[in-house]
């Protein structure tokens, strides 16, 4: 995978020499994590999280180092009525920006130009938009076929990258649809290249339904790196419907990809797909990759300290085991 022109929150523009000085600059390869945690975990819980609350759960993720967080979604409040604040929320964050310049990067999730409007309109400094690689399920999320989906993403990035918005864009039931079965390696680079022409600075694959393995991550993972263009970054983003997250997570960096989402406290998961719960955790993630001898900058104190005050606002235990258990027990 090339990263060459990136640069990670140590300053570093990782090109091929840059990677190569890693060890001696003291510093592990570097693995970035994207919370969900205020979009996708919220939108699927019963407990309506106020805006206010919605505020100080952003806080303390980005307080615990995390450099990008999904905020909220622009979508149809009916559909999704946790994220019918979506205006209030980035209004609240940019007030706090304000007075600091430090800060997490904030993404917005649309499905549409009317989203998209929304997003632009509320200042989001970054825009995720998401295809279903599957007709099935783009009807059922979107209401639009899949061809019609990719049209609406090429067209969205085209317009984020006019007005100088990053866009990603993410691929939805990327593993297996829950209406439509098994899904093609094939079938989702077919996809990524039609997409990749508008020039987005990151595709993201995701298992919507928690239904990969290992085998299926580095087989997918392996042919997208091998045609996706170098300025295009390979994010991914799994569930653990079936207690499979964390190793595809890991089979995910080991085949190249160095940005993956996860969820505080292990809640959320698709509405539309049928039993589809369990995004990984955050806390579980960061202690993964930081034991496996990869770097993500994030305290995992204080990612812990920030589910257990999840779990105590939503009034139920969050998934999570390492909020449960805590991190590696200290020597004396």
């Known amino acids: 995978m090339s990263l060459a022109g990136e640069v990670n929150r140590y300053g570093i523009a990782l090109g091929v020499d840059e990677l190569q000085n890693l060890e001696e600059l003291g510093v592990s390869e570097i ?16 407990v309506m999280f106020s805006s206010a609350q919605k505020l100080e759960l952003i806080r303390r993720i980005e307080f615990a180092g995390i450099c990008r967080i999904e905020v909220a979604s622009f979508v149809n409040p009916l559909r999704v009525p946790q994220m019918a604040d979506a205006e209030d929320v980035f209004a609240g964050l940019q007030a706090a920006r304000s007075h600091s310049d430090a800060g997490a990067t904030h993404i917005g999730l649309v499905l549409n130009g009317r989203g998209f409007d929304r997003a632009v ?29 990719v049209a609406g993403a090429v067209e969205i990035v085209q317009r984020s990258r006019a007005v100088g918005l990053p866009v990603s864009v993410t691929l939805s039931v990327a593993f297996g649809c829950p209406f439509a079965g098994e899904v093609s390696t094939d079938q989702v680079l077919e996809i990524a290249q039609r997409i990749v022409t508008a020039g987005p600075n990151e595709i993201a694959i995701a298992d919507t339904i928690g239904v990969a393995v290992p085998a299926a991550v580095r087989q997918l993972v392996g042919a997208l790196l091998s ?5 295009v970054a390979l994010r991914a983003h799994f569930h653990n419907t079936r207690n499979t997250g964390l190793a595809n997570a890991l089979a995910a960096v080991e085949a190249g990809v160095r940005t993956l989402d996860a969820s505080l406290g292990g809640i959320g998961g698709c509405p539309f797909a049928p039993k589809a719960t369990g995004n990984i955790a955050t806390e579980d993630l960061v202690y993964l990759l930081e034991r496996s001898g990869y770097s993500t900058g994030v305290d995992l104190e204080l990612l812990i300290e920030a589910s257990d005050w999840l779990a105590a606002e939503l009034g139920h235990p969050v998934p ?13």
Request: glycine share 4%; charged share 15%; net charge negative.
């Open 227 to 231: 045609t996706l263009p170098s300025n």
């Open 31 to 46: 693995v970035d994590v994207v919370d969900v945690a205020p979009r996708d975990g919220l939108q699927s819980d019963a």
């Open 121 to 149: 309109a509320s200042n989001a400094p970054e825009i995720n938009v998401v295809v279903a690689v599957t007709d099935a399920f783009s009807q059922s999320n979107q209401s639009m076929t899949t061809d019609a989906a």
């Open 320 to 332: 999570s085991l390492v909020a449960k258990a805590g991190s590696f027990p200290k020597t004396r």
